[in-house]
């Protein structure tokens, strides 16, 4: 995600909001966004490492989708207030608890929410955070600014130049990673080994003769790690060995 992506479409749609660091009227001047990194370690910290996504239910039942390398830190028992941490990219699915507000603080946004479902992504090591909300209401509150999301919203909020974005998504595009498996019915080996590189983010190279003769027909849950997908695929059929090495996967015959 880059700011300035975002401000260039916007522009041209024409029907963006467009903030900067001054208050606006009736907003107060005295928001506070507390980052994980300023109140201690939670009591529990769960990351996705290199799956694709990894899904987490938390204490209160609400449902948690965790980006690749992203983290998610929250305690072992909520409170009145349910408050959990992000650095990373997640989906929220969150349980309605009447009197008892959810929060998702990231390094310079928060989110607060009663019952609804929202993508977030906030970076420690970066300066741009995004929120797009499927369903619901949330209220996004940085240093400065406050905004009341409704659905098929998205606000872009860049800290180091203090400006929020708020633009127009479609609902359907909000979790387009979420709740999806990898699903293959006598598919080439090549085809298979193509989606598994666009899906991981990865470059898989594969020999030719198993790419072009073999066929495979398989279920891959949406949870699993690429090491975890390689050993179901290899185990099917049996023909071939893998390497990975970084963001490389090196596929040869048997």
Known sequence: FRIAAALVVLLAAGSAFF????????????????????????????????????RLELPDGSQVWVSRNGTIGYPENFADNRVVYLDGEAYFSVVK?????????????SVKVLGTEFRMKSMREGVASEV????????????????R???SQRVAYDSQADEMVVDRVDVGQVAPWHGVDLVFEDAPLGEVFRRVSAYYGVTVSVDDRLARDRTITVRINEDEPLEEVLFIIQNTIRTFHFRIDGDSVLITAR
């Open 132 to 147: 797009a909300l499927a369903s619901g209401a949330v209220e996004v509150k940085t240093v400065n600014e406050t905004f």
């Open 97 to 109: 608890q009447d009197g008892k507000p959810f929060t998702v603080n990231g390094k310079d946004i």
């Open 19 to 54: 903030f900067t660091g001054s208050p606006r009227s009736g907003v107060s001047e005295e928001n506070t966004v507390v980052a994980a990194a300023d109140v201690g370690q939670p009591d529990v910290t769960f990351s996705a490492g290199d799956a694709v996504r990894r």
């Open 149 to 151: 999301m409704v659905p």
